[in-house]
């Protein structure tokens, strides 16, 4: 997303908790929630070019984001949303640097949903689901870059004491999930800084 980042190399954390790998399967949708494979990439890259093509506040950049987190072993997490058997969103999370020292926060995003699949609650459900399991795995709390309309329905909140340089309080929101609550600036990986 455009002015939204200044992502400094950020040191890698290491999560203590046992990595989730489990389906998250809905009897109801028949919607399927799971750790991305390499078989998905490809599609992972489809749907990421697909849901970002016409925002005006993107770069349409976002794909190559992903490249370079995985390339960096910075995708903390990477949750595929899968229906019709296809690979139809995507989210990803990777560890921000905060200046007072605090590890184990995360970064949401890049987040897609392939348009014509758009509004059924995937993107809701992959956040939920991604913040559950990078809670399991031992994160301190989460933050992200967007549309606080969205994300507030979600449990995010403007923090009062975190920044990003550059970017508008107002889309800068954060989930603790711990006591502690951080105060500082915030640096999301360098990979969020790709354009190729
Ligand atoms: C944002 C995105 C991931 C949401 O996925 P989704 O599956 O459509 O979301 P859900 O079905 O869980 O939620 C849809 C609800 O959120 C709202 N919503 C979706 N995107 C929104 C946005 N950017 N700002 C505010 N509200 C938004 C919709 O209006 C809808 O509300 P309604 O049903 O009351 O009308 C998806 O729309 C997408 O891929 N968008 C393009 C890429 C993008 O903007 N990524 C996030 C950048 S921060």
């Not at 790998?21 to 992972?44: W, Y």
């Amino acid at each position: 997303m455009k002015n939204d980042t200044r992502p400094l190399q950020t040191k890698q954390t290491i999560l203590s908790g046992k990595q989730a790998n489990s389906q998250f399967i809905s009897s109801k949708t028949g919607l399927i929630l799971r750790e991305e494979t390499p078989d998905d990439i490809v599609a992972i890259t489809r749907v990421t070019v697909a849901a970002f093509m016409h925002l005006k506040i993107s770069n349409q950049t976002e794909h190559y984001i992903l490249h370079a987190l995985r390339k960096a072993g910075a995708l903390t997490l990477s949750l595929v949303a899968e229906m019709d058997g296809q690979v139809v969103g995507h989210v990803a999370f990777s560890p921000v640097a905060i200046s007072d020292g605090t590890e184990a926060w995360f970064g949401l995003g890049p987040i897609s949903v392939f348009p014509g699949y758009q509004r059924q609650g995937i993107g809701g459900a992959l956040i939920r689901e991604g913040v559950k399991r990078l809670k399991a795995m031992g994160a301190k709390g989460c933050v992200l870059v967007g549309d606080p309309g969205y994300y507030k329905k979600h449990g995010f909140r403007n923090p009062p004491d975190l920044i990003v340089e550059g970017v508008p309080p107002d889309v800068f929101m954060a989930m603790p999930l711990a006591h502690t609550v951080p105060r500082g600036a915030v640096t999301f990986h360098e990979g969020f800084l790709a354009t190729e």
